[in-house]
């Protein structure tokens, strides 16, 4: 499809295991945004990439979690030792530039038990 | 830091009826200033935005207008319908294109 896709849709773990969540931006656009939405709330962000500058890992909120991008394609956000606030729904967004509007995943569900 | 307050829900109303979800926002420099929408069951949508002061952003009926003097951005809606039922967010973005959120606002509308 044309649009932003996120894999696994809903991903369930035990607490203290590693998970590995992946992303596909739209063919095309430069920059990539990870978030986080807990139950009831809005979306924190955790870390952009921006073309091969440096990123943004400004909102990462421990060591545990570290997400990886190859050039201008897939990304993975890493979250090691998994704690039950952990459980989110992690989304991915893609732009053509940090200025263009984000177009948004369908997100992943984690779940810790 | 920047920050985004919007009202909270659930806002429950009728068909037809006149729509105002309130948003104000604390920020350094000049953002741009987004609608974002979540319909049951999708994924997040870009509603409508705006750039700079003084500027409407429209979409689908939604107006809202970026007011510098009173750092708000409120959305509303003429007429809503069962279909626009949702959970609408307000954002905003500086200048490295990270978006700052409000925590969301449920709209219900009744037949």
């Known amino acids: 499809g044309a649009g932003v896709s996120q894999s696994p849709s809903n991903k369930v773990t035990e607490k203290g295991k590693d998970v590995e969540l992946r992303c596909d931006p739209i063919?095309?656009?430069?920059?990539l945004y990870w978030y986080r939405q807990r139950l009831g709330q809005g979306l924190e962000f955790l870390i952009y990439?921006?073309?091969?500058?440096?990123?943004?890992k400004s909102g990462l909120p421990s060591d545990r979690f570290s997400a990886e991008r190859t050039g201008e394609s897939v990304s993975t956000l890493t979250i090691q030792r998994t704690q039950q606030e952990d459980s989110a729904v992690y989304l991915c967004?893609?732009?053509?530039?940090?200025?263009?509007?984000?177009?948004f995943g369908d997100g992943t569900r984690l779940s810790i038990l | 830091g920047d920050s985004v307050t919007q009202m909270e829900g659930p806002v429950t109303l009728s068909e037809e009826a006149f729509l105002t979800i309130n948003c104000t926002y604390t920020a350094t420099g000049y953002p741009s200033l987004f609608w974002y929408v979540q319909y049951p069951g999708e994924g997040l949508q870009l509603l409508l935005k705006a750039t700079k002061a003084d500027d409407k952003g429209s979409n689908k009926g939604f107006e809202a207008t970026y007011r510098k003097e009173t750092t708000s951005f409120h959305l509303e809606k003429g007429s809503v319908q069962v279909s626009d039922s949702a959970v609408y967010f307000c954002?905003?973005?500086?200048?490295?294109?990270?978006?700052?959120f409000g925590q969301g606002t449920t709209l219900q509308v009744k037949p």
């Open positions: 990439f921006q073309g091969n500058s440096a990123p943004d």
């Open positions: 967004a893609s732009s053509l530039g940090f200025d263009q509007p984000q177009h």
């Open positions: 063919s095309g656009h430069t920059a």
């Open positions: 954002a905003l973005s500086g200048n490295t294109g990270k978006l700052i």
